[in-house]
Structures are given as structure tokens and as C-alpha cells.
């Protein structure tokens, strides 16, 4: 393979160019699978128990509900290993482009759906058949968008560029929020009957949006090499195995950091909102829109800071930071007292948590070779957040009672933050290794 080639690209004007123009895609792509992710996280908190799951006791209702956000993670892995293979042999471009259609199809499907009311079992069951379509394409997607952009981007600055994947995630949920709070906001009767079904159906505007810009994005000159000169592995996923397995498992262990966000929007917005503490929906909501907000230019900066001094001191210090903020949250959530709680979600989740969120796109993809690139961070990054998953239904099932009730939840996600910073710590620094060397053993001498 013509290595040089490789550089050159990366180095250049045209290379720089590329770059932004597949951060762009990224994060216009990313805002519209995860704007689709969460305004099912915030239903499943606010309605799907009502809608879909009716019970005489609203906790089961609530954990029942929950468990369908989780269930759009089971599909992950499954996600992962499907669209990882064919983004190793056909292209990053090209599943990009699936994965896009198949998250905004399925969103439209949650807005058209009968509910239990209306058609009994059955509503539920293509609720979750609809929500393991979303996660199908969300386990190709950070991988996707992540490997394309990576490829793209200028040495030296992979984490920045790379990392609006990941902003565009947090404009998603911004505006998966902005349109969640006047439906919130309506009159009970209108928001169970036709209101929570507006946001997914305005799915249709950003499916279109983001997909005029991925059908003109270039495939990768690494991928592009790769298939000139036959090197592609026939099956990714036993070539990575064979490979760097190590790799996939500690990524899969970092990966739990994930479970820091759905612990704060899924758990803290059906906690804050319920008996035991008794905020209103539209002030949770907006704690939400405040602290994604922040890290929309939190994540870039954190990532850019990460080129300088290293992915392993950034996220370590991120992730401490998340195992103490995630209790001062939910103290400051129990209290009841709103500016305490918008300052604590400013820090906990717009501040210390963009320091992980920032650099796993960049970290994830650097840890494996271009052949095995693709399958490597899907595989591995879906198989850990898979916990984060069902993470909502975990913190409902131990949470106690009374007003200190939150604190085995926040046990079980500091644990989490402590045992991701542990195998990140246990990685190679990646941020100065070259994007021919990424993946190989180091070179010594």
C-alpha cells in the first residue's frame, strides 16, 4: 500500500478540506441519530408508561418503559458486527448512508404507532421491534462517522475533528429537548393523545437535511488504498480477533463510561420528575438543554486538548471527575432546589463528562488497524454500552427510598467511571502515533 498517499492527504489543503467537510457530515448525521435516540429516552420517562405499558403501579410502568430504551441496545452488538463488517469490505460511506435512513425510518414508525389503548399487546411489541431498529443503526453509527472522519483529518488534529461526531450528538439531544419541552408542557389529555408523536415526525426534515450532505461526501483515501491493492480482510470480524482482541476488550470496558449519560437524561429525568422529589417535566427538560448545550463546544475543546497532552490524562481526569460530580447531581437533585441542580448538571454533564465524550471517537478509532477499523470500534464500543443501556432500569431497580434513596445509584455509576479510567489507563496513547501506524505494535528504536 501506497503509505505516502496516506499522508500526503492528510497533510494537505485537500486533506484539510476533506476533513471539515466529513466533520460537517458527521455531526449533521450524528445531531439526527441521537436527536431520534433521546426524544425516545425522554417519551420512555415521560409517557410510554401511560401509552404503552399501563399498570396500577406507575414505578412498574416506568421500569417497563425503560427497559424498551434498553432494549434499542441489545441490537447494538448485533448492529455492530453487521455494519462493521460491510464498512471494513464495501466502505465507510456506504453504511454511513444506511445507517442514517434505517434510525430516521424507524423514528417515523414510533410517531405512527397504535398504543396499548388502541391495539392492546400488539402496541407494545412493535414498540420495541421499531426501538431494536434504532439501535440496530445507532451500533454503526459513532463507528461509522467516527472511522470516516478519523481518516479524513489532518495529523495532529484527529481528536478535534473527529470529535464533532460527538457534538453533533449533544446538538441532537439539545434538540431532541427544545422539542420535547412545549409537548411536555400541553394539557395531559392532548400530549397522550397526539402531542408525543409530534417529535418523531419531525424526524422527516433531518433525514433529509443529513442525507443531501452524506451522498456527497468522498470515501476515504485509506479505504480507497486498502481495496486497490486487495488488502481488505475477507472477514473483518475474525481478522480483528485473531488480532487484537486485548484491544476489544478493553475497549468494551471503557465503553461503560456511556452509562454516565443515561444515568443523567433517562434515570435523572424520570427520578427528578416522580413522587419522590416532584419537579416539573419542562424544568428537567431544560436542565438537559443547559448542560448539552455547554458540551457542544465542551467536547471539541476537550478533544483538542487531547492532541495536545494525550487521550489517557484527558479522559482519566474526565472520568474521576464524573465518579465525584454524579453525587453531588443527585444530592442536588433530591434537594429539589432548581439553581443547584442546573450548576451541578453544568459541571457534571456539559463539563467533566465531554472530557470521555469528546475522545472516544477519535481514541476508539485509533486503537485499531484501517482493515479492522470499522468492526473494531462497533464491535467493541457496542458490547460495553450495552450496560449503558439498560443502565435507566438498573438505577430504578436499586434506588431506594426516602430522600437519600439515589445513593446506591450513585455507587453503581462511579463504580463505572472508576473501571472505565482503569482500562483506558491500561492503553497505548494514541494521539501522536501516525494514522499508517494506528493499530500495529509500536515501534522501538
Not at 425503560?66 to 441496545?73: E, H, N, P, S
Not at 472477514?235 to 471503557?254: G, H, K, N
Not at 477519535?362 to 485499531?368: N, R
Request: proline share 5%; hydrophobic share 55%; charged share 15%.
Amino acid at each position: 500500500m501506497t503509505l505516502t498517499t496516506t499522508r500526503w492527504r492528510a497533510g494537505s489543503k485537500s486533506g484539510m478540506r476533506d476533513g471539515r467537510k466529513a466533520a460537517l457530515a458527521a455531526f449533521l448525521g450524528s445531531m439526527l441519530e441521537y436527536y431520534d435516540f433521546f426524544i425516545y429516552g425522554s417519551a420512555a420517562a415521560l409517557v410510554f408508561p401511560v401509552l404503552f405499558f399501563p399498570s396500577g403501579d406507575p414505578a412498574v410502568g416506568t421500569i417497563a418503559a425503560l427497559a424498551t430504551f434498553g432494549a434499542g441496545y441489545v441490537a447494538r452488538p448485533l448492529g455492530g458486527v453487521v455494519l462493521g463488517h460491510f464498512g471494513d469490505r464495501v466502505g465507510r460511506k456506504k453504511i454511513m448512508i444506511f445507517t442514517l435512513l434505517l434510525m430516521g425510518t424507524s423514528s417515523l414508525a414510533v410517531g405512527l404507532l397504535p398504543t396499548y389503548e388502541q391495539a392492546g399487546l400488539l402496541a407494545p411489541v412493535l414498540l420495541v421491534l421499531v426501538r431494536l431498529g434504532q439501535g440496530f443503526s445507532a451500533g454503526g453509527e459513532a463507528a461509522g462517522a467516527s472511522t470516516l472522519t478519523l481518516e479524513h483529518s489532518p495529523e495532529g488534529r484527529r481528536g478535534f475533528f473527529t470529535s464533532f461526531t460527538m457534538s453533533g450528538t449533544m446538538a441532537g439531544i439539545v434538540l431532541a429537548n427544545l422539542v420535547f419541552i412545549p409537548v411536555a408542557a400541553l394539557p395531559e389529555e392532548q400530549l397522550l393523545s397526539w402531542g408525543w408523536r409530534v417529535p418523531f415526525l419531525l424526524s422527516i426534515v433531518m433525514i433529509l437535511i443529513a442525507y443531501a450532505v452524506r451522498r456527497n461526501l468522498d470515501e476515504t483515501p485509506v479505504f480507497e488504498s486498502e481495496a486497490a491493492h486487495d488488502e481488505l480482510a475477507p472477514l473483518p470480524f475474525a481478522a480483528l480477533f485473531r488480532t487484537q482482541w486485548r484491544d476489544v476488550v478493553r475497549i468494551a470496558v471503557a465503553s461503560l463510561f456511556a452509562m454516565l449519560q443515561t444515568i443523567f437524561m433517562v434515570f435523572g429525568l424520570a427520578y427528578a420528575t416522580s413522587r419522590d422529589v416532584g419537579l416539573d417535566k419542562p424544568t428537567m427538560l431544560w436542565v438537559s438543554v443547559a448542560a448539552n448545550a455547554l458540551a457542544v463546544v465542551a467536547v471539541p475543546a476537550a478533544a483538542a486538548l487531547s492532541d495536545r497532552v494525550g487521550r489517557r490524562p484527558v479522559w482519566i481526569a474526565s472520568s474521576l471527575g464524573c465518579g465525584v460530580l454524579v453525587w453531588v447531581y443527585f444530592w442536588a437533585v433530591s434537594t429539589g432546589s432548581v439553581p443547584l441542580i442546573f450548576v451541578t448538571a453544568l459541571a457534571f454533564a456539559g463539563l467533566a463528562y465531554s472530557g470521555m465524550n469528546g475522545l472516544w471517537p477519535a481514541f476508539f478509532a485509533e486503537t485499531f488497524a484501517a482493515r479492522v477499523r470499522y468492526s473494531g470500534f462497533a464491535i467493541s464500543s457496542q458490547v460495553g454500552l450495552l450496560l449503558a443501556g439498560f443502565a435507566p432500569t438498573v438505577g430504578f431497580a436499586i434506588k431506594g427510598s426516602g430522600e437519600t434513596g439515589w445513593i446506591p445509584v450513585a455507587t453503581f455509576a462511579s463504580a463505572c467511571a472508576v473501571v472505565s479510567a482503569l482500562a483506558v489507563l491500561s492503553a497505548r496513547e494514541t494521539h501522536d502515533v501516525a494514522l499508517d501506524d494506528l493499530g500495529k505494535a509500536p515501534k522501538h528504536g
